[in-house]
């Protein structure tokens, strides 16, 4: 069966220091992968998704830029935080865009 | 691109209570998804329900893809079914878009 790992849990960060997460997928091959950010309050706005190496499309001009080194290898960075990265991230990935998403337990970040 | 609204947009039942989740969407579309965010922050896959209906124990969910809704049934509810429930839809392009769900409170 596929399973998504999405890390760490948790992360506080300091204003202007870089930022790394990473999601990966078992179980399957070529899955369309997405990266969502939920900022207090409820909406989820994606951020990237991605249909294959190297293929990214960025949602949102923003801080923050997505890379997908491996085939089932998502990561979400940032050279320089702001406080207005702080959010809840998750990672997502669909093994095709007419089926559903399945989702990641995400990544609470406070930038302070 | 397409629009996603969901209401109420808060309910407060009490246990075993009954309730109905709308979910409006602008465009028709490819895939629609029914969540459930738990209080720790994890999005549960409650259905994949593009059209038709679909039920799972005290859950169901029916989309009318011509009208352009889909409604999630929750019976006797348990104070465990509290959280936020989303809608997404994905129409033409790749991208699933969220409404800004539906926080329920189901009190003993």
């Known amino acids: 069966s596929q399973t998504i790992h999405q890390w760490p849990a948790t992360l506080v960060q300091p204003v202007g220091s870089p930022l790394s997460l990473e999601c990966t997928v078992e179980?399957?091959?070529?899955?369309?992968l997405y990266w969502y950010r939920q900022a207090a309050g409820r909406g989820l706005q994606l951020l990237f998704y991605?249909?294959?190496?190297?293929?990214i499309s960025s949602e949102v001009p923003q801080n923050l830029s997505a890379s997908r080194p491996q085939d089932r290898q998502f990561i979400l960075s940032s050279k320089k935080l702001l406080l207005s990265d702080s959010g809840f991230y998750l990672c997502?990935?669909?093994?095709?865009?007419?089926?559903?998403?399945?989702f990641g337990s995400g990544t609470r970040l406070t930038v302070v | 691109g397409i629009q996603v609204e969901q209401s109420p947009p808060d309910l407060i039942l009490q246990e075993g209570a009954n309730s109905t989740l709308r979910c409006n969407f602008s465009?028709?579309?490819?895939?629609l998804q029914w969540f459930h965010q738990n209080p720790w922050g994890q999005l549960i896959n409650l259905f994949y329900?593009?059209?038709g209906t679909k039920q799972n124990g005290r859950l169901s969910a029916t989309t009318v893809a011509t009208e352009r809704y889909s409604l999630l049934y929750i019976s006797s509810s348990q104070t465990t079914d509290s959280g936020v429930y989303f809608c997404?839809?994905?129409?033409?392009?790749?991208?699933?878009?969220f409404g800004t769900g539906t926080l329920l409170a189901v009190q003993p």
């Open positions: 997502a990935w669909s093994p095709d865009r007419n089926y559903g998403y399945t």
């Open positions: 179980g399957t091959s070529n899955p369309n």
């Open positions: 991605s249909i294959g190496i190297d293929q």
């Open positions: 465009d028709s579309v490819n895939n």
């Open positions: 329900i593009p059209s």
């Open positions: 997404a839809a994905l129409g033409a392009t790749n991208k699933l878009i």
